[in-house]
């Protein structure tokens, strides 16, 4: 039976972070993937091959909408190619999956693929797709198996007409009329993809807004961008049943006046979050404790309830977010090795990756005032952007969230065109503890996207902002 110091059961983002960083600091370490493919749903069925048809698909509604102000004309019209869309997409992912594979063997990791689950707190059984049960044992063991798309109970997911995201990234034709159960982050992006590509998308969703974690301002425009992509929306609307027979699915939802919503579509992509995947671990034999709605329960250090047993990503509390994940899987690793790590959860950025993309860091508008914390706010508009007039990217704004009093940058919150990267200026700013007034006083490029931080930033400090 071989012998580790680390042994990682699951090989997301972080569970292979997680690995990389523990073989780093010197410590044998057993990686534990139960599929054949590294990188977990991120890789193969999330983040990765989701941007992938975004990007296909934005070039495509750019060529059809755009292309002809921007001065290039094209003989005939574009024509959508799913079939190769797909492929381009898959050929994303395995170079990825190819990537994760080439880190294993440069750190001296050693993978195991087949089902793990723990005998006891430091044995854990390999089932593998031939039958063969292998087990090993190590001195610590990190719990990093991710999570899978949540259902309704009167749901029945056939997986052909009523899917969940791992269905959508796959589907052979472009659906006429899609519904997305679900205002969120999957739903919204995945629903972007087919929108482009010319399929009606109707969201119904049971909040009375979408993107409802985030800062208000934030859902209110990207609904209005959305909705000139072709999108409806049916908020405070509560699904009741979703039926499917041959190629047609129907929606019946009621909304917060008992009044009835009846959607026939082609496709039902139920999007309505994900769950922790606890199931068939084994958890029990170890000891470790699970909360009411599955998820593993650790302490400040990422440990449970077992000592030398950790858990980290989409099993325990906190946002579902591979970087989330990554950062934890550093943290646990650097714990281990007797370190003293630190995560500040309020400071990992969210971000939606549709058009206009969103990203979040710190506190909502909406947290602040219930918080009682005083708070002052600037904004501004991307259309008062000469970059993205150019670029004709003018939906959208930045909005800059300080303290009143000691003027420190609380929130930022940004919609508009590469907003996913611009963030990040946001969250070193408010790691360092920056104020709006140093946000204000730094040069930015011009003509750039980022300049419309600084120029929010500037609003904030006593209304200053220049170009509005």
């Known amino acids: 039976m071989n012998a580790y110091d680390v042994v990682v059961i699951g090989s997301g983002p972080g569970g292979y972070v997680g690995a990389i960083r523990c073989a780093q600091l010197g410590m044998k370490t057993a990686l534990i993937e139960r599929y054949n493919a590294?990188?977990?749903?991120?890789?193969?069925?999330?983040?990765?091959?989701?941007?992938?048809?975004?990007?296909?698909?934005?070039?495509?509604?750019?060529?059809?909408?755009?292309?002809?102000?921007?001065?290039?004309?094209?003989?005939?019209?574009?024509?959508?190619?799913?079939?190769?869309?797909?492929?381009?997409?898959?050929?994303?992912?395995?170079?990825?999956?190819g990537g994760i594979q080439f880190l294993m063997k440069k750190n001296k990791i050693d993978v195991y693929h087949g089902h793990g689950s723990f005998v006891d707190k430091n044995t854990v059984?390999?089932?593998?797709?031939?039958?063969?049960?292998?087990?090993?044992?190590?001195?610590?063991?990190?719990?990093?198996t991710g999570s899978k798309p949540a259902g309704l109970p009167f749901i029945s997911i056939d997986k052909k007409r009523i899917i969940t995201s791992t269905e959508a990234l796959k589907l052979t034709e472009v659906p006429k009329h899609m519904v997305v159960i679900g205002g969120g982050v999957i739903g919204l992006e995945l629903g972007s993809v087919y929108a482009r590509l010319g399929a009606?998308?109707?969201?119904?969703?049971?909040?009375?807004?979408?993107?409802?974690?985030?800062?208000?301002?934030?859902?209110?425009?990207l609904q209005k961008s959305l909705k000139k992509l072709g999108f409806e929306f049916y908020l405070s609307h509560k699904v009741k049943e979703v039926t499917a027979k041959?190629?047609?699915?129907?929606?019946?939802a009621d909304n917060n006046k008992g009044e009835e919503l009846v959607l026939d579509a082609d496709y039902c992509l139920v999007a309505v979050g994900r769950k922790p995947y606890t199931d068939n671990l084994g958890l029990e034999k170890a000891g470790v404790k699970i909360d009411e709605r599955g998820r593993v329960e650790v302490d400040a250090h990422l440990q449970t309830n077992i000592?030398?047993?950790?858990?980290?990503?989409?099993?325990?509390?906190?946002?579902?977010?591979?970087?989330?994940?990554?950062?934890?899987g550093t943290f646990v690793a650097e714990v281990?090795?007797?370190?003293?790590?630190?995560?500040?959860?309020?400071l990992i950025p969210g971000v939606v990756y549709t058009w206009p993309e969103v990203a979040s860091v710190g506190y909502t508008e909406e947290q602040l005032k219930e918080n009682g914390t005083p708070y002052k706010a600037g904004s501004f508009p991307f259309k008062a952007s000469g970059r993205a007039r150019a670029s004709m990217d003018t939906d959208g704004?930045?909005?800059?969230?300080?303290?009143?009093?000691?003027?420190?940058?609380?929130?930022?919150?940004?919609i508009g065109p590469r907003c996913a990267d611009m963030i990040a200026e946001a969250v070193v700013a408010m790691?360092?503890?920056?104020?709006?007034?140093?946000?204000?006083?730094?040069?930015?490029?011009?003509?750039?996207?980022?300049?419309?931080?600084?120029?929010?930033?500037?609003?904030?400090?006593?209304?200053?902002?220049?170009?509005?």
């Open 38 to 97: 590294l990188g977990g749903t991120c890789l193969n069925v999330g983040c990765i091959p989701s941007k992938a048809l975004l990007d296909s698909s934005e070039h495509y509604h750019q060529a059809v909408h755009t292309f002809g102000e921007h001065g290039i004309d094209l003989k005939s019209a574009p024509k959508v190619n799913l079939t190769q869309m797909i492929k381009r997409k898959q050929d994303v992912v395995d170079q990825t999956v």
């Open 125 to 144: 059984q390999i089932a593998k797709e031939d039958g063969i049960l292998e087990k090993i044992t190590g001195k610590n063991i990190i719990i990093a």
């Open 200 to 221: 009606k998308v109707s969201v119904v969703e049971f909040m009375d807004s979408i993107i409802p974690t985030m800062d208000r301002t934030m859902g209110k425009e």
């Open 246 to 252: 041959g190629k047609s699915v129907t929606v019946k």
């Open 307 to 328: 000592s030398g047993i950790y858990a980290i990503g989409d099993v325990v509390k906190g946002a579902m977010l591979a970087h989330k994940a990554e950062e934890e």
């Open 336 to 346: 281990i090795a007797g370190q003293k790590p630190h995560i500040n959860y309020n």
């Open 397 to 414: 704004l930045v909005k800059v969230l300080a303290h009143k009093d000691t003027d420190e940058i609380l929130g930022v919150h940004m």
């Open 431 to 468: 790691e360092f503890r920056a104020s709006a007034e140093d946000i204000a006083r730094i040069s930015h490029a011009h003509p750039t996207f980022t300049e419309s931080f600084r120029e929010a930033a500037l609003d904030a400090t006593a209304k200053r902002a220049i170009h509005i």
